[in-house]
Every structure is written in C-alpha cells, then in structure tokens.
C-alpha cells in the first residue's frame, strides 16, 4: 500500500486544483460573454422573438459549457475531499492514489489499477 499524501504533496495538489478551477471559471466566463445576446429594442422586437433568441442562446452556452461545468464540479469534489481528508484514495478499492498520477489529474477518484479494469471492461465508455 502506498503512502497516504503528506501535507506539502495535498498543498501542491490543492493549489494545481485551483489553478485549474480558476482558468476554467476564466473560460467560462468568456465563451457567456461571446454567446451573449446582442442587446435588443424592445420596441422593435416582438416578445416571441425575444422568447426565441433567449432558448437559442440558452442552448448553445449550454452546449459549449457542460464539459467544463462538469470538469469544475469535479474540481471542487477533490478540493472538498481534502476539506474532510479523504482525498486521493480510490473509490473503487479504497487504496491511496499514487501522487505523480495526482499531480498529472488531480480531480481523479480512481487508482490507475481500478481506472484501466474499468476501461477494459467498458471500452465504449471513456472519461
Ligand atoms: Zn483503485
């Protein structure tokens, strides 16, 4: 079994973490703002229209940002995990992640030995 994280290794995680987080916030940020709707007269624009161009928006900033809102939930399930001290031990075996494979995804929740049966056995289903 390896060795449980020191403090200074969960230090270095926690702040690749958060740099992480913050560029995602960063690009999420951006890509609302680009798909932002131009602004519209109301009195030109009939309430349909308006109802309209807002669900188009809606699903195109969806479309764009679930990734990185799913990868940001992620981030902050690790970032909480270290809040309560669990973090880097694999859910399926309950064994200590290695830290260089940490370092590399530090928002993962699965030993490489855990991850790669998983892959195996589902190699329709990647991520
Ligand atoms: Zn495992």
Redesign the pocket.
């Known amino acids: 079994m390896p060795p449980a994280l020191t403090s200074a290794q969960q230090v270095e995680l926690k702040s690749l973490l958060l740099a992480r987080r913050h560029e995602l916030t960063r690009q999420l940020g951006q890509s609302q703002a680009d798909l932002a709707p131009p602004e519209v007269n109301a009195g030109s624009v009939s309430q349909d229209e308006n109802r309209r161009m807002a669900n188009q928006t809606r699903e195109i900033g969806s479309a764009l940002t679930a990734r990185d809102r799913e990868a940001i939930a992620r981030i902050d399930r690790a970032l909480e995990s270290i809040t309560r001290g669990d973090y880097g031990i694999?859910?399926?075996?309950?064994?200590p992640?290695a830290f260089e494979r940490l370092k590399a995804e530090p928002m993962t929740e699965?030993?490489?030995?855990?991850?790669s049966?998983w892959e195996k056995k589902r190699p329709q289903a990647r991520g």
């Not at 699965?110 to 991850?115: E, R």
């Open positions: 694999c859910k399926a075996c309950n064994e992640i699965h030993c490489v030995a855990c991850k049966d």
